[in-house]
């Protein structure tokens, strides 16, 4: 990790997250639990699985479960494209894949470029909301990954 | 009787602390030696490891070694391990679908195969998961609605457009699983499925075929649910 100071105003260590996009929105995850990126292929529903998981995937060998990232933002489903991507990440030592619209690019940001994130939502639904950067081309949105699930439902997708 | 371990199982209390299951697996060994007839001794166990392969071996010697108890070990073992014992050799699974989901069971839980006949006789004050009764010969099969069973989130209103055809017997043939559409059955190594780590919130799992994406469903579980 490299450390800067330049006369921007930005400090601190550069961090850098991989984003994406859901909903036009884009955000932003740390790319250290990025472990890779995937094209969609057959996400097998499982029963009485919960409402945000999508299913699992055979990624060489090993079941990965699949959370739809939608759900999850409350935001309204859409179908799968050839630019929807599973992202899979590893977090709380389990590794998952979130269901995206798309994934942009890779960014830098110093960690005097993030702010917190304006206090709106419940604190149920922004827990996993790590703090906003404020870009050319808008605001990047950033996420714990670890806040994602509560705890209780990384035990329960670790069924799978 | 209460005598202190010997040598050796404390050798395996400590080849176990690492992991909770075996943990568990290990007292229940431990008290059923305290209290019953003593098995000779283990006179010699694998060298600590932290590596589960070598713990797995090590809890199978000690089963071939000690003569207590075979039931209740076998129940641990069921429950902590996750691989049952039939799995050990080549099993064949049935493989199915409901409500578009893939599932299977095992041919060593399974009693038989009914077309499912409608209509289905109902009866009242049955549980939400029950369909009602078929006369299978004289006997009378419970029909079990398997989305209900196993797919509480599903919009049954909607799930229940799927056409159910068959019944998968178990639990003595007196219980029928309805599935909708049989796909056949496959020969599996016990590698082949990722098991459960143990029962967990969902007795009827019993793990994952990889390959498949399918889940296996644990016979004595749901059998289990059922009488619950």
Known sequence: MAYTDDEEGGSGPLIQFVTFVLMDEVYGINVMQVQEVLRVTEIAPVPGAPAYVLGIINLRGNVVTVIDTRKRFGLPPSEVDDSSRIIVIESENQVVGILVDAVAEVVELQEGDIDAAPNVGTEDSSRYIQGVATREDGLLILVDLNKLLTDEEWQEINMY | MSQPPSKSLTQIQNVAQPDEALLSYLDTLLSEIDEGEMAPPVTSVKAPSAQADTLEQTVGEIETRTETAPGALADVTRRTRGVPEWAELPFQVLLFTVNGIN??????????????????????????????????????????????????????????????????????????????????????????????????????????????????????????????
């Open chain 2, 103 to 228: 599932l299977a069971v095992p041919l060593i839980g399974l009693c038989g195969i009914l077309p499912l006949h409608t209509p289905i006789s109902r009866l009242p004050g049955q549980p939400h998961w029950a369909l009602g009764v078929q006369l299978n010969r004289d006997a009378k099969v419970v029909v079990v609605d398997t989305r209900r069973l196993l797919m509480p989130e599903l919009d049954i209103a909607q799930a229940e457009r799927s056409e159910q055809t068959h019944l998968l017997l178990i639990g003595n043939g007196e219980r029928g699983l309805s599935v909708d559409s049989l796909k056949g059955t496959i020969t599996l190594e016990k590698e082949a499925v990722r098991w459960r780590g143990d029962a967990g919130q969902r007795p009827w799992y019993a793990g994952i075929i990889v390959e498949k994406l399918t889940v296996l469903l644990d016979v004595d579980g749901v059998v289990e649910m059922l009488a619950a």
